[in-house]
Nanobody, 123 residues
Framework: QVQLVESGGGLVQAGGSLRLSCAAS????????MGWFRQAPGKEREFLGA????????YYEDSVKGRFAISRDNAKNTVYLQMNTLKPEDTAVYYC????????????????WGQGTQVTVSS
């Protein structure tokens, strides 16, 4: 199993930026793709984007394309979610998760999950 720990959440004003981190440990070799999700109160968990660990290739949902960027640092076993031009509707708990299937983004495709980090965007 891969253990994931998110960090970097907090309170930010609309228009600001935050960078979330997801540090991985454990059976890293089983980690093929890292995805980012978020869940706002009363809403379903939403897939945002993903990065292929080996090549660094990325995929983004239209809802965040152009504002959010995913990157990774292989040496640190860490993936990042850079969030720019934040809006109040970006307020949510943000999660990272791993999957071995690039291109299949349903929740059930992701096996290991972090505990989440809260992002609050004030207007």
């Amino acid at each position: 199993q891969v253990q994931l720990v998110e960090s970097g959440g907090g309170l930010v004003q609309a228009g600001g930026s935050l960078r979330l981190s997801c540090a991985a440990s454990g059976r890293i070799l089983n980690m093929y793709v890292m995805g980012w999700f978020r869940q706002a109160p009363g809403k379903e968990r939403e897939f945002l984007g993903a990065i292929r660990w080996s090549s660094g290739s990325t995929y983004y949902e239209d809802s965040v394309k152009g504002r959010f960027a995913i990157s990774r640092d292989n040496a640190k076993n860490t993936v990042y979610l850079q969030m720019n031009t934040l809006k109040p509707e970006d307020t949510a708990v943000y999660y990272c998760a791993t999957t071995r299937s690039y291109g299949s983004w349903s929740l059930t495709d992701f096996g290991s999950w972090g505990q989440g980090t809260q992002v609050t965007v004030s207007s």
